[in-house]
């Protein structure tokens, strides 16, 4: 049975060099149906505990948390703004915890990190590591891509050292989705 692999990235920006990682990365996968998602798709309040009360849970958060448990794999890769996760990321995360505190429901995560500096990413990279098992998170693979905007151009990777370090998460990943 083929599996589906749910693939976004953590950002709103309608250009997000972490989207683009994402699909990337998310179609060397063999024998997969891919879903992209984009956080824009799902506006939603920012999260409070006062709004929670008096509207409930917004309809996106519970519909992104469903395309979640729908799949068989996640593709995320992570912005970082400031050292962690961007704002978007941060409020569908806590709006879809407030459903299910394990929402990433121990599905295999090829989680990743990108940017224009030279550490890719590094830092909201380890904050997730550290906190998504807690969430349910089965990572089964990380890496960060560092100086986006000269080692990836014309919709591909043009470093062999990290092209070579995509295959070989993608092939972690594929080993976890049989």
Do not use: C
């Amino acid at each position: 049975m083929i599996k589906k692999v749910i693939v976004f990235g953590g950002s709103n920006s309608v250009n997000s060099i972490n989207k683009q990682l994402a699909v990337y990365t998310a179609n060397k996968i063999n024998n997969v149906v891919l879903e992209v998602l984009d956080l824009n798709n799902y506006d939603l309040p920012l999260y409070s505990i006062d709004h929670e009360k008096i509207e409930g849970i917004p309809v996106a958060a519970e519909s992104f948390l469903a395309k979640i448990k729908d799949a068989d794999g996640i593709v995320l890769s992570l912005a970082e703004h400031n050292g962690a996760y961007t704002a978007v990321f941060k409020n569908i995360f806590d709006w879809m915890s407030r459903i299910d505190s394990k929402l990433w429901s121990e599905k295999p995560m090829l989680l990743m990190a990108t940017s224009p500096g030279a550490r890719g990413g590094a830092t909201v990279l380890e904050i997730a590591k550290n906190r998504f098992p807690y969430m349910g998170g089965n990572i089964i693979t990380s890496f960060t891509f560092p100086k986006f905007n000269d080692n990836f151009n014309e919709g591909r990777v043009v470093n062999a050292d990290l092209e070579l370090q995509i295959n070989q998460a993608v092939k972690q990943f594929e080993n976890h989705l049989k």
